[in-house]
Nanobody, 119 residues
């Protein structure tokens, strides 16, 4: 069974930076797309950044130019470097990975990590 563990959230002042990481563990699986989503209170989860298995990236307009997504396939890890953070970036951030076990394809979510940006 694949498990995702997120790390790196916390409290930061506006203009500061945080780096989120999400590592997958388990056996006999391949990871397709990796992504970061966030959820504001009372709102649906929204895409922040996505990186394909081939390394192509896509960002939400709000993240473009400030956030960078990267992946380390050898370590089954995805990172989100967040710079120039704003109070409106405050949310719970979730990693997502497209898991292929060879007989099952599914989206797997991390447990979520709180990011709080103070003004």
């Amino acid at each position: 069974q694949v498990q995702l563990v997120e790390s790196g959230g916390g409290l930061v002042q506006a203009g500061g930076s945080l780096r989120l990481s999400c590592a997958a563990s388990g056996s006999s699986f391949v990871i397709n797309d990796m992504g970061w989503y966030r959820q504001f209170p009372g709102k649906q989860r929204e895409l922040v950044a996505l990186i394909t298995s081939g390394g192509r990236t896509r960002y939400a307009d709000s993240a473009e130019g400030r956030f960078t997504i990267s992946r380390d396939n050898a370590k089954n890890t995805v990172h989100l470097q967040m710079n120039s953070l704003k109070p409106e970036d405050t949310a719970v951030y979730y990693c997502n990975m497209g898991i292929d076990t060879g007989w099952r394809l599914y989206d797997h979510w991390g447990q979520g990590t709180q990011v709080t940006v103070s003004s």
